[in-house]
Protein backbone atom coordinates (compact mmCIF):
# COMPACT_ATOMS: atom_id res chain seq x y z
CA UNK A 1 0.00 0.00 0.00
CA UNK A 2 1.38 3.23 -0.91
CA UNK A 3 0.80 6.55 1.38
CA UNK A 4 -1.23 9.57 -0.59
CA UNK A 5 0.55 12.28 -2.28
CA UNK A 6 1.76 14.82 -0.19
CA UNK A 7 1.02 18.29 -1.99
CA UNK A 8 2.61 21.99 -0.78
CA UNK A 9 0.03 24.84 -1.15
CA UNK A 10 1.87 27.93 -3.09
CA UNK A 11 0.13 30.06 -0.76
CA UNK A 12 1.58 28.55 2.60
CA UNK A 13 5.40 29.29 0.62
CA UNK A 14 7.26 31.93 3.25
CA UNK A 15 7.17 35.75 1.82
CA UNK A 16 10.59 35.31 0.40
CA UNK A 17 9.75 32.33 -1.78
CA UNK A 18 6.55 34.06 -3.04
CA UNK A 19 8.25 37.53 -3.51
CA UNK A 20 11.06 35.70 -5.87
CA UNK A 21 8.61 33.54 -7.97
CA UNK A 22 6.63 36.76 -8.62
CA UNK A 23 9.94 38.40 -10.02
CA UNK A 24 10.94 35.80 -12.08
CA UNK A 25 7.99 34.29 -13.71
CA UNK A 26 6.99 37.08 -15.83
CA UNK A 27 10.05 37.20 -17.55
CA UNK A 28 10.33 33.41 -17.66
CA UNK A 29 6.60 33.17 -19.48
CA UNK A 30 8.05 35.88 -22.12
CA UNK A 31 10.99 34.22 -22.43
CA UNK A 32 8.96 30.92 -23.09
CA UNK A 33 6.37 32.44 -25.50
CA UNK A 34 9.70 33.68 -27.70
CA UNK A 35 11.03 30.25 -27.26
CA UNK A 36 7.54 29.19 -28.97
CA UNK A 37 6.37 31.63 -31.48
CA UNK A 38 5.38 29.39 -34.18
CA UNK A 39 5.67 30.95 -37.86
CA UNK A 40 2.65 28.53 -39.27
CA UNK A 41 -0.29 30.54 -40.89
CA UNK A 42 -3.56 29.47 -39.20
CA UNK A 43 -4.86 26.30 -41.08
CA UNK A 44 -1.52 24.99 -41.68
CA UNK A 45 -1.24 21.05 -39.44
CA UNK A 46 1.91 22.21 -38.35
CA UNK A 47 0.20 25.15 -36.63
CA UNK A 48 -2.28 22.72 -34.75
CA UNK A 49 1.09 21.35 -33.13
CA UNK A 50 2.49 24.32 -32.27
CA UNK A 51 -0.93 25.44 -30.50
CA UNK A 52 -0.48 22.35 -28.55
CA UNK A 53 2.57 23.06 -27.68
CA UNK A 54 2.09 26.36 -26.34
CA UNK A 55 -0.98 24.80 -24.44
CA UNK A 56 1.54 22.33 -22.75
CA UNK A 57 3.79 24.65 -21.66
CA UNK A 58 2.28 27.78 -20.59
CA UNK A 59 -0.59 27.09 -18.68
CA UNK A 60 -1.24 27.85 -15.27
CA UNK A 61 2.03 26.90 -13.04
CA UNK A 62 4.37 27.83 -10.86
CA UNK A 63 7.43 27.34 -13.08
CA UNK A 64 9.35 25.81 -10.33
CA UNK A 65 12.03 24.44 -12.35
CA UNK A 66 13.10 27.57 -14.55
CA UNK A 67 12.87 29.89 -11.12
CA UNK A 68 15.30 27.22 -9.45
CA UNK A 69 17.12 27.40 -12.32
CA UNK A 70 17.26 31.84 -12.42
CA UNK A 71 17.92 31.08 -8.53
CA UNK A 72 21.22 28.74 -9.24
CA UNK A 73 22.29 31.34 -11.49
CA UNK A 74 21.86 34.52 -9.34
CA UNK A 75 23.51 32.48 -6.37
CA UNK A 76 26.20 31.79 -8.61
CA UNK A 77 26.37 35.44 -9.43
CA UNK A 78 24.92 35.74 -12.47
CA UNK A 79 22.05 37.79 -13.55
CA UNK A 80 18.34 36.97 -14.95
CA UNK A 81 18.23 37.46 -18.50
CA UNK A 82 21.53 35.10 -18.15
CA UNK A 83 20.08 32.17 -16.94
CA UNK A 84 16.59 32.46 -19.21
CA UNK A 85 17.92 30.34 -22.40
CA UNK A 86 18.66 27.60 -19.51
CA UNK A 87 15.75 27.82 -17.61
CA UNK A 88 13.59 27.87 -20.86
CA UNK A 89 15.80 24.96 -21.92
CA UNK A 90 14.88 22.99 -18.46
CA UNK A 91 11.24 23.83 -18.44
CA UNK A 92 10.67 22.72 -21.95
CA UNK A 93 12.69 19.48 -21.89
Do not use: N, Q
Not at 7 to 24: G, N, Q, Y
Not at 51 to 76: D, F, I, W
Not at 82 to 87: D, S, Y
Amino acid sequence: MTAPAVTIDPRSAPAVVADFLARVRPPIDAALEGCLAWPHAAGDPAARLGEAMRYAVLGPGKRLRPALTVAACEAAGGTLEGALPAACAIELC
